[in-house]
T-cell receptor, first 113, second 113 residues
């Protein structure tokens, strides 16, 4: 069975600053995908970034980047130059060969002006 | 706009009533999923389908049934609603495991009284 753990229920950051959200996971498989999803108050789930486990290079999407540590089973999300629109619930998710996403508990991010 | 459409968006049921949630996607995706979201628990998989005519149980299937008679539609049924089924329900679809991520509907908020 796969598990995903987000140990930070809430985080806050000042506008224009950098924040890192933590995620750890557990799987016995060697081939898998990791994702970060954003859920604003509108409730819509928005894909932020994805990482293939076989790739050593960390994924980057504009102000969003990940620190993927495969041996430690860690997948943190860094948001640079935080904006008010980044305020949302963030979910870390894992997909293995079963083609199903397993989600973490979520981290509520607040961006202070 | 192409994507995943869920109906209804809100519903209030009395204990013991039945209802069906409809999910429709127009992206020709093979895989479809039903998740429930509860505070502090992230999203949990109820049932999923890897193709037309197929269904499988997820993490929390009890009390729910599903059908996928057409590739574009995935129905979630509650035969006898219970207060424990009060939740936000999300449908999602994907073309292939992992590579493209998942597309989510906007959710259905269900309250069972």
């Amino acid at each position: 069975a796969q598990t995903v753990t987000q140990s930070q229920p809430e985080m806050s950051v000042q506008e224009a600053e950098t924040v890192t959200l933590s995620c750890t996971y557990d799987t016995s498989e060697s081939d898998y995908y990791l994702f970060w999803y954003k859920q604003p108050p509108s409730r819509q789930m928005i894909l932020v970034i994805r990482q293939e486990a076989y790739k050593q290079q960390n994924a980057t999407e504009n102000r969003f980047s990940v620190n993927f540590q495969k041996a430690a089973k860690s997948f943190s999300l860094k948001i640079s130059d935080s904006q008010l629109g980044d305020a949302a619930m963030y979910f870390c998710a894992l997909e293995t060969s079963g083609s199903r996403l397993t989600f973490g508990e979520g981290t509520q991010l607040t961006v202070n002006p | 706009n192409a994507g995943v459409t869920q109906t209804p968006k809100f519903r209030v049921l009395k204990t013991g009533q039945s209802m069906t949630l409809l999910c429709a996607q127009d992206m020709n995706h093979e895989y479809m999923y039903w998740y429930r979201q509860d505070p502090g628990m992230g999203l949990r998989l109820i049932h999923y389908s890897v193709g037309e005519g197929t269904t499988a149980k997820g993490e929390v299937p009890d009390g729910y049934n599903v059908s996928r008679l057409k590739k574009q539609n995935f129905l979630l049924g509650l035969e006898s609603a219970a207060p424990s089924q009060t939740s936000v329900y999300f449908c999602a679809s994907s073309y292939s495991a992992g590579i493209y991520g998942y597309t989510f509907g906007s959710g259905t908020r269900l309250t069972v009284v």
